[in-house]
């Protein structure tokens, strides 16, 4: 009941909207992480099917079964392949980085460097071997694929590469040897086909290179 100046019921009210906008609040983030959620779990079982099947046969049906949610949610979320693509490379990416170049460039010395980067993408290639199969497979030939590769890979290694060669005297065909030794085709063939151990397999191509520049 308001007094004689109406400030009982200004100060009922002041509490009422007060408790509506906590309330509203709370269900507008409630809200926001359970899309947060859905949309994690939608990426995830891209990512798993990507590397069984490929990204190029993955379909929104084949996600959203995997996912557990219905088709109309991916789309929601996602509404073509390129979008799901580019969430599903940023995830992996995001967990699981490819050689900090910064930190490669800190290292003075030429060998040093290369043997270095050698190490951390080869040992990137072994964690990643399924999926980076799949993707650079169908990279040849599906176009959304090859798309998101040259953003998200083909254009770091391609500066990781640079960076290497530089170390080695730099000159064009031995950037073109840098970027072969630095390649997933070039790991797998010495380690999957070769049966070379990790080391074995940098210690080769670094010792290629070395010899490539003196």
């Known amino acids: 009941m308001c007094n004689e100046n109406g400030l009982v019921c200004q100060y009922d009210c002041t509490i009422l909207c007060s408790e509506i906008a906590?309330?509203?609040?709370?269900?507008?983030?409630?809200?926001?992480?359970?899309?947060?959620?859905?949309r994690l779990r939608i990426v995830e079982a891209a990512v798993a099917?990507?590397?069984?099947?490929?990204?190029?046969?993955?379909?929104?049906?084949?996600?959203?079964?995997r996912a557990g949610v219905q088709r109309h949610t991916v789309y929601?979320?996602?509404?073509?392949?390129?979008?799901?693509?580019?969430?599903?490379s940023g995830l992996s990416l995001e967990r699981d980085p490819l050689p900090d170049i910064e930190a490669l460039r800190r290292i003075a010395d030429g060998a040093e460097r290369l043997r270095k980067g050698l190490g951390e993408i080869y040992a990137w290639y072994a964690r990643n071997a399924d999926l980076a199969a799949s993707v650079t497979r169908d990279a040849e030939f599906h176009a959304v694929t090859r798309e998101t590769v040259t953003l998200r890979i083909a254009k770091p290694i391609a500066a990781l590469a640079e960076l290497l060669s530089?170390?080695?005297?730099?000159?064009?065909?031995?950037?073109?040897?840098?970027?072969?030794?630095l390649s997933f085709a070039t790991w797998r063939e010495l380690t999957r086909e070769g049966g070379l151990t990790q080391e074995e397999a940098i210690d080769v191509m670094a010792r290629s290179l070395?010899?490539?520049?003196a």
């Open 49 to 65: 099917l990507h590397s069984e099947v490929g990204p190029a046969q993955t379909t929104v049906s084949m996600v959203a079964e």
């Open 76 to 88: 929601a979320h996602f509404p073509d392949d390129r979008s799901l693509q580019l969430a599903c």
């Open 22 to 38: 906590v309330a509203r609040t709370y269900t507008l983030r409630r809200r926001a992480g359970q899309q947060a959620e859905t």
């Open 166 to 181: 530089t170390g080695l005297g730099g000159g064009r065909k031995r950037l073109a040897l840098t970027k072969l030794a």
């Open 210 to 213: 070395e010899c490539a520049a």
